[in-house]
């Protein structure tokens, strides 16, 4: 039974590694680079709606400012014409608009701190998505020679793609006599 597994998981490890190889690695960095566009995007969207529900709240709690306004004006004009339900249909309104506006505070309080982070996060993000942006364009922008740019280029040294077979045969030639290479190189 061991030997079926770790046949089984040497297959796999070949298997990976051959789409590891297959894989072009600027296309990997486009595709990472619009996911994280797409994900700033979502979240740019998120904060506008919380932006919306904001102002809807604060719509609503001048609503019942208004409301609570008039209730106290009725409330006045009942109790002076000696209107006792009148007055008592007036208070359960006045009462029921407090609590709403002690309830719509609190979900403004809610909606204002998950603003105020989300809001910080699209920040960070969109800091960190330009950097990756830059970071995509420096090493797909082609070289001097045309070529594009190669991760392992980080100290501009060129491809290693630039190795022609014949200088591999002359460096083999030049290891077998014991000279060093072209460039002071040993080998």
Do not use: N, Y
Request: charged share 30%.
């Amino acid at each position: 039974m061991a030997l079926i597994t770790r046949v089984a998981r040497l297959l796999r490890a070949d298997l990976h590694a051959v789409l590891d190889r297959l894989e072009e690695p600027d296309t990997l960095l486009r595709q990472a680079l619009r996911e994280m566009e797409e994900a700033q995007g979502q979240a740019q969207r998120r904060l506008r709606a919380l932006d919306q529900a904001l102002a809807q709240a604060a719509t609503r709690a001048a609503d019942l400012r208004e409301t609570l306004d008039t209730a106290e004006a009725q409330l006045a004009a009942a109790l002076q014409a000696g209107q006792d339900d009148l007055a008592r249909a007036v208070i359960r309104r006045r009462l029921e608009a407090e609590r709403a506006q002690k309830a719509l505070g609190r979900r403004h309080a809610e909606l204002a701190a998950a603003q105020a982070e989300l809001a910080d996060r699209v920040r960070e993000d969109g800091a960190r998505l330009e950097a990756m942006r830059q970071k995509v364009e420096a090493l797909t922008e082609p070289d001097a020679a045309g070529h594009p740019a190669q991760p392992w280029d980080d100290l501009g040294l060129g491809s290693p793609a630039g190795v022609q077979t014949a200088d591999v045969e002359l460096a083999l030639l030049a290891a077998k006599q014991g000279r060093p290479l072209a460039g002071g190189v040993q080998p």
